[in-house]
Protein backbone atom coordinates (compact mmCIF):
# COMPACT_ATOMS: atom_id res chain seq x y z
CA UNK A 1 0.00 0.00 0.00
CA UNK A 2 1.16 3.52 -0.92
CA UNK A 3 -0.28 6.65 0.88
CA UNK A 4 0.39 9.98 -1.07
CA UNK A 5 0.07 13.00 0.64
CA UNK A 6 0.32 16.79 -1.17
CA UNK A 7 0.92 19.90 -0.22
CA UNK A 8 2.32 23.60 -1.68
CA UNK A 9 -1.30 24.88 -3.06
CA UNK A 10 -1.94 28.47 -2.47
CA UNK A 11 -3.31 31.61 -4.02
CA UNK A 12 -0.65 33.05 -6.35
CA UNK A 13 -1.09 36.17 -8.80
CA UNK A 14 -0.96 35.22 -12.54
CA UNK A 15 2.75 34.96 -13.27
CA UNK A 16 3.64 33.87 -10.33
CA UNK A 17 5.26 30.09 -9.25
CA UNK A 18 4.61 27.61 -7.06
CA UNK A 19 5.83 24.27 -6.37
CA UNK A 20 3.98 21.37 -5.16
CA UNK A 21 5.27 18.39 -2.97
CA UNK A 22 4.09 15.03 -2.97
CA UNK A 23 4.87 12.40 -0.03
CA UNK A 24 4.76 9.31 -0.79
CA UNK A 25 4.57 6.08 2.55
CA UNK A 26 6.19 3.29 2.14
CA UNK A 27 9.58 1.96 0.80
CA UNK A 28 8.93 0.80 -2.40
CA UNK A 29 8.80 4.71 -3.86
CA UNK A 30 11.36 4.14 -5.79
CA UNK A 31 9.76 1.33 -7.54
CA UNK A 32 6.77 3.93 -8.33
CA UNK A 33 6.37 6.02 -11.17
CA UNK A 34 4.48 9.18 -10.14
CA UNK A 35 2.05 11.94 -11.64
CA UNK A 36 0.75 14.98 -11.08
CA UNK A 37 -3.53 15.48 -12.39
CA UNK A 38 -5.28 18.05 -12.00
CA UNK A 39 -9.30 18.74 -12.24
CA UNK A 40 -10.56 22.65 -12.38
CA UNK A 41 -14.35 22.99 -11.64
CA UNK A 42 -17.29 21.58 -14.12
CA UNK A 43 -13.85 20.22 -15.56
CA UNK A 44 -12.76 16.44 -15.97
CA UNK A 45 -9.49 15.29 -14.28
CA UNK A 46 -6.60 16.05 -16.68
CA UNK A 47 -2.58 14.44 -17.18
CA UNK A 48 0.07 17.51 -15.86
CA UNK A 49 3.02 15.75 -15.79
CA UNK A 50 4.64 12.17 -15.11
CA UNK A 51 7.80 11.14 -14.09
CA UNK A 52 9.54 7.10 -14.32
CA UNK A 53 11.06 5.72 -11.12
CA UNK A 54 14.04 6.58 -12.12
CA UNK A 55 13.59 10.23 -13.44
CA UNK A 56 14.88 9.25 -16.66
CA UNK A 57 11.45 9.41 -18.32
CA UNK A 58 9.14 12.53 -18.20
CA UNK A 59 5.61 13.55 -19.88
CA UNK A 60 4.19 16.81 -20.11
CA UNK A 61 0.61 17.80 -21.47
CA UNK A 62 1.13 20.33 -24.05
CA UNK A 63 -0.58 23.26 -21.83
CA UNK A 64 2.16 23.33 -19.14
CA UNK A 65 5.38 22.34 -21.53
CA UNK A 66 7.84 24.98 -20.59
CA UNK A 67 6.45 26.29 -17.41
CA UNK A 68 5.81 22.87 -15.30
CA UNK A 69 8.78 20.63 -14.30
CA UNK A 70 8.33 17.64 -12.31
CA UNK A 71 11.28 16.07 -10.50
CA UNK A 72 11.62 13.19 -7.32
CA UNK A 73 14.58 12.96 -5.09
CA UNK A 74 14.12 8.97 -3.82
CA UNK A 75 15.99 9.53 -0.61
CA UNK A 76 12.93 11.67 0.66
CA UNK A 77 10.44 9.33 -1.05
CA UNK A 78 9.19 12.76 -2.71
CA UNK A 79 7.74 14.06 -6.10
CA UNK A 80 7.62 17.86 -7.06
CA UNK A 81 5.80 19.87 -9.51
CA UNK A 82 7.59 23.15 -10.16
CA UNK A 83 4.91 25.49 -11.81
CA UNK A 84 6.37 28.74 -13.11
CA UNK A 85 4.51 31.73 -15.22
CA UNK A 86 1.26 30.29 -14.12
CA UNK A 87 -2.35 31.02 -15.60
CA UNK A 88 -5.75 31.64 -14.52
CA UNK A 89 -6.04 28.46 -16.37
CA UNK A 90 -3.69 26.47 -14.40
CA UNK A 91 -6.29 26.67 -11.40
CA UNK A 92 -7.85 23.67 -10.38
CA UNK A 93 -7.27 21.00 -7.77
CA UNK A 94 -3.60 18.91 -8.45
CA UNK A 95 -3.84 15.16 -7.86
CA UNK A 96 -0.49 13.13 -6.76
CA UNK A 97 -0.24 9.86 -8.24
CA UNK A 98 1.62 6.78 -8.21
CA UNK A 99 1.82 2.95 -9.48
CA UNK A 100 4.41 0.36 -9.99
CA UNK A 101 3.24 0.16 -13.64
CA UNK A 102 5.66 1.56 -15.98
CA UNK A 103 4.97 5.71 -16.67
CA UNK A 104 1.64 6.83 -18.42
CA UNK A 105 -0.16 9.54 -19.21
CA UNK A 106 -3.54 7.88 -18.45
CA UNK A 107 -5.25 8.18 -14.97
CA UNK A 108 -6.60 4.51 -14.93
CA UNK A 109 -2.38 3.86 -15.03
CA UNK A 110 -2.28 4.95 -11.48
CA UNK A 111 -3.77 3.22 -8.43
CA UNK A 112 -2.55 5.03 -5.55
CA UNK A 113 -3.77 8.69 -5.68
CA UNK A 114 -3.31 12.00 -2.65
CA UNK A 115 -6.60 14.00 -1.53
CA UNK A 116 -5.82 17.05 -3.95
CA UNK A 117 -4.23 20.83 -3.45
CA UNK A 118 -5.92 23.81 -4.39
CA UNK A 119 -3.93 25.97 -7.13
CA UNK A 120 -5.27 29.12 -7.43
CA UNK A 121 -4.63 32.05 -10.01
CA UNK A 122 -5.92 34.74 -10.08
CA UNK A 123 -5.82 37.31 -12.98
Known amino acids: QVQLVESGGGLVQAGGSLRLDCAAS????????MAWFRQAPGKEREFVAA????????YYADSVKGRFTISRDNAKNTVYLQMNSLKPEDTAVYYC????????????????WGQGTQVTVSS
Open 97 to 112: AADHRPITTLGSGYDY
Open 51 to 58: ISWSGGST
Open 26 to 33: GRTFTSLA
